[in-house]
């Protein structure tokens, strides 16, 4: 089950690779910015000696684990020796030849129908009718409203000088924010991760009527891919039950996770987030398995958004108003996301000019700034679902208390992941028919 796959890494490579070409013929590849990354990634998978590589010390250690033939990991290392490493080999050649005249420009207005693919790909994320010029209309809109939020708390905390990015940024700097950026420091805050996971599954009854079966628990994003992952994600847990879901948070730096918004990080990928709604889903019984294992990007990341502010609605900061700047700056750092997205896309912003704006509006750390903006250069749209999403998630259940009054049961509103993701215009839908007046 193991070799197969492994067996069928290096065609797959080599398969990206015929793909890539044709899209270059069409002149459609990437900004030399993240072909350096893309360069970067392949050495991290390249350059230890086939016996060394991960893809080998796993294998073997699961196999002597399990009590089966280690002569299967001799198997393994031969695939990647004999096939994969000349198949990894042949991609970065071939994408050192791209970079070679590749542009710096970030936005896919630079591509062949650049403003029609910016508009069918915010919408096939948001699944809303959003358009480039209103996203960007509306993030500038939430970033002063949220800013302002922000700046009121830094002032009951002494913190007057500057622009609120600039007193985030100083509080970031912190000793008593920042974790030792050292194995053990990472392991720390890990075990934190995992203390907030726990605290919130006791609460969760007060807000839920369905909680999931399965465990969460918090990981690191593994060191050979952290260049080029995002700062956090999730993973559920397979439907056999076999190991919990994960949480992963990227710890390329701890400076760029800063003690004071982790606890909203953890709501946002665990509970009540991601873990809720995706565990929800998987484990109904009511839906069928492709609408169990359906994402959509705006239902899904609004979601996670909301769950963030439920957490906060549910006093999680009272006396820490600290942490709930970090609340607030995450929420700031999806309404600038609006901004920088079409930004890049629609209003031809550089590399530079979306990274200082970024960090100029949410005092995010430069190195965790830059990753993002890369991110969204090739990934267009996607980013703009979180605040959409959230927005809708909130408007939805304002209407349904404006419907249904004092008999409004929020426990029951929540119900609704049972039913799994869905585009945000079917959510309304749904929402409409389960709490009319």
């Given at each position: 089950?193991?070799?197969?796959?492994?067996?069928?890494?290096?065609?797959?490579?080599?398969?990206?690779?015929?793909?890539?070409?044709?899209?270059?013929?069409?002149?459609?590849?990437?900004?030399?910015?993240?072909?350096?990354?893309?360069?970067?990634?392949?050495?991290?998978?390249?350059?230890?000696?086939?016996?060394?590589?991960?893809?080998?010390?796993?294998?073997?250690?699961?196999?002597?684990?399990?009590?089966?033939?280690?002569?299967?990991a001799a198997e393994a290392e031969k695939l990647i020796a004999e096939?994969?490493?000349?198949?990894?080999?042949?991609?970065?050649?071939?994408?050192?030849?791209?970079?070679?005249?590749?542009?710096?420009?970030?936005?896919?207005?630079?591509?062949?129908?650049?403003?029609?693919?910016?508009?069918?790909?915010?919408?096939?994320?948001?699944?809303?009718?959003?358009?480039?010029?209103?996203?960007?209309?509306?993030?500038?809109?939430?970033?002063?409203?949220?800013?302002?939020?922000?700046?009121?708390?830094?002032?009951?905390?002494?913190?007057?000088?500057?622009?609120?990015?600039?007193?985030?940024?100083?509080?970031?700097?912190?000793?008593?924010?920042?974790?030792?950026?050292?194995?053990?420091?990472?392991?720390?805050?890990?075990?934190?991760?995992?203390?907030?996971?726990?605290?919130?599954?006791?609460?969760?009854?007060?807000?839920?009527?369905?909680?999931?079966?399965?465990?969460?628990e918090a990981r690191r994003v593994p060191v050979e891919i952290q260049a080029?992952?995002?700062?956090?994600?999730?993973?559920?847990?397979?439907?056999?039950?076999?190991?919990?879901?994960?949480?992963?948070?990227?710890?390329?730096?701890?400076?760029?996770?800063?003690?004071?918004?982790?606890?909203?990080?953890?709501?946002?990928?665990?509970?009540?987030?991601?873990?809720?709604?995706?565990?929800?889903a998987l484990e109904s019984t009511s839906i069928p398995l492709i609408r169990r294992r359906s994402f959509f990007s705006g239902y899904s990341e609004g979601w996670a958004l909301y769950a963030e502010q439920l957490a906060d609605e549910m006093g999680v900061y009272e006396g820490n108003p600290l942490g709930r700047v970090g609340y607030l700056q995450s929420l700031l750092f999806r309404a600038t996301r609006l901004v920088v997205d079409s930004g890049l896309h629609v209003k031809r912003w550089s590399r530079e000019q979306a990274t200082d704006y970024l960090i100029g509006i949410t005092g995010i750390a430069r190195g965790r700034s830059q990753n993002e903006i890369d991110r969204y250069t090739v990934w267009p749209g996607q980013a703009t679902s979180y605040k959409i999403g959230h927005t809708v998630w909130n408007r939805l259940r304002d209407q349904a208390k404006s419907a249904q009054g004092q008999s409004f049961d929020l426990r029951r509103f929540h119900e609704v992941l049972t039913l799994g993701a869905m585009p945000l215009s079917v959510l309304e839908r749904v929402m409409g028919e389960r709490f009319r007046a």
């Open positions: 089950a193991y070799l197969a796959p492994l067996a069928a890494f290096a065609p797959a490579v080599d398969q990206d690779i015929a793909r890539q070409r044709e899209d270059e013929a069409k002149g459609v590849f990437a900004p030399d910015y993240i072909l350096d990354t893309s360069l970067r990634l392949l050495q991290n998978l390249r350059e230890k000696p086939a016996a060394q590589s991960s893809l080998v010390t796993g294998f073997a250690a699961k196999l002597k684990a399990a009590g089966l033939p280690e002569a299967r096939r994969l490493h000349p198949a990894l080999d042949r991609q970065r050649a071939y994408v050192e030849q791209l970079r070679a005249k590749a542009t710096h420009d970030a936005g896919v207005w630079r591509l062949p129908d650049g403003e029609a693919f910016y508009a069918a790909a915010a919408e096939a994320s948001n699944t809303t009718s959003l358009i480039g010029d209103e996203i960007h209309k509306l993030g500038l809109e939430q970033v002063a409203d949220i800013s302002s939020r922000i700046d009121a708390i830094l002032k009951t905390q002494g913190m007057t000088q500057g622009s609120v990015g600039e007193r985030l940024v100083a509080l970031n700097k912190q000793p008593n924010q920042v974790y030792p950026n050292t194995d053990e420091g990472k392991a720390e805050l890990i075990g934190l991760l995992n203390q907030q996971i726990a605290a919130f599954y006791k609460r969760l009854p007060e807000a839920f009527i369905t909680l999931p079966k399965a465990p969460v080029g992952a995002p700062g956090g994600y999730y993973e559920n847990a397979p439907l056999d039950g076999s190991r919990p879901a994960s949480y992963f948070i990227n710890l390329r730096d701890t400076f760029d996770r800063p003690t004071f918004g982790l606890a909203t990080l953890t709501y946002h990928e665990a509970v009540p987030g991601h873990h809720l709604q995706v565990s929800l």
